[in-house]
């Protein structure tokens, strides 16, 4: 039984947030610290491992420390979540029944059309984030689109399509095999 686009966008929803939400700890300790105050970048320390890192960061703090300022990489990754698990079956399913293309090139397009609304939906979450820093998202929004128009929304995509592709086209070339087996 097929899921229909809303089931499909509320799995990539959650997904995403869950995916992002517990891997928020360790993708913080692997990116360099940014002073807010002055936006240099600030010198990693010298940590052992991971866990190092994660000790470092949650020392002389509550564990809740690890997730200081999750939001914006939160709602970035259920963007790209949502792009991309709503694309890729009816992708797959046209490509191969209505174009005829093999199994293996319908899974490879299905996968490239995947990785595009894959970035197509994080970059706009994106740039409303980094204009967010005063007011709500909505009020960035309005303010993105008065000053700039709807194509300001897009402005980095290419960009975010080289950061997503080849990961949400090799997760679904590898999901498809497995599948397989």
Do not use: H
């Not at 914006?72 to 963007?79: A, E, I, L």
């Amino acid at each position: 039984m097929a899921l229909t686009l809303y089931q499909e966008a509320s799995c990539g929803l959650i997904a995403g947030a869950a995916e992002a939400y517990f891997s928020f700890p360790f993708v913080s300790a692997c990116l360099p610290r940014v002073d807010p105050t002055t936006l240099s970048v600030v010198l990693r320390a010298k940590y052992r491992n991971i866990f190092d890192a994660l000790y470092s960061m949650s020392a002389n703090k509550k564990i809740s420390a690890l997730w200081t300022n999750a939001g914006p990489y939160v709602k970035t990754r259920m963007g790209t979540n949502v792009g991309m698990l709503t694309s890729y079956n009816p992708s797959l399913c046209y490509l191969r029944d209505s174009c005829g293309l093999s199994e293996t090139r319908a899974q490879l397009g299905a996968s490239a059309v995947s990785a595009f609304f894959g970035a197509a939906c994080s970059v706009p979450v994106k740039n409303v984030l980094a204009q967010g820093k005063s007011g709500s998202s909505l009020d960035c929004a309005l303010k993105i689109l008065k000053s700039r128009g709807p194509l300001a929304f897009f402005s980095g995509f290419s960009r975010q399509f080289a950061l997503v592709g080849p990961p949400i086209m090799i997760l679904w070339f590898a999901y498809e095999n497995v599948r397989k087996l």
